[in-house]
């Protein structure tokens, strides 16, 4: 199964990430939310799958700069909304095709996740 690497080139967590798959062998492909943007319906299913609480970045500073109306009693809903407005605002990187979702780098659970993946 191929992995794609969702994020931000220029992120020090997605090089981080990026790094660590090359170190492994593992092949995927990157896909830059500043260029291409994120697809709602592909956005709504890791809203699905790992709840928009950690799905959505907000510690980040594009989310801290977001108007207080936005910011506060956060749903599904209007998190997807931030999101799809500010793809800087979604967890980075989120990697799809392994056993599981895997939103932000945690080399621990990585190697779990994406043990027996093409090589």
């Not at 220029?10 to 943007?37: E, I, M, P």
């Amino acid at each position: 199964m191929s992995l794609t690497v969702y994020g931000i080139p220029n992120c020090d967590t997605v090089k981080k990430a990026r790094t660590w798959l090359d170190s492994r062998g593992l092949a995927y492909q990157f896909h830059d939310y500043k260029k291409a943007g994120v697809d709602e319906a592909r956005l709504r299913g890791w809203v699905s799958d790992a709840g928009w609480e950690k799905v959505l970045n907000r510690l980040g500073t594009t989310f801290r700069k977001l108007p207080e109306d936005q910011r506060s009693d956060l749903n599904a809903d209007k998190a997807v909304a931030a999101m799809l407005a500010n793809p800087s605002a979604i967890k980075r990187p989120i990697v799809e095709g392994g056993r599981e979702l895997l939103v932000g780098f945690d080399p621990a659970a990585w190697s779990v996740a994406l043990a027996g993946e093409a090589r």
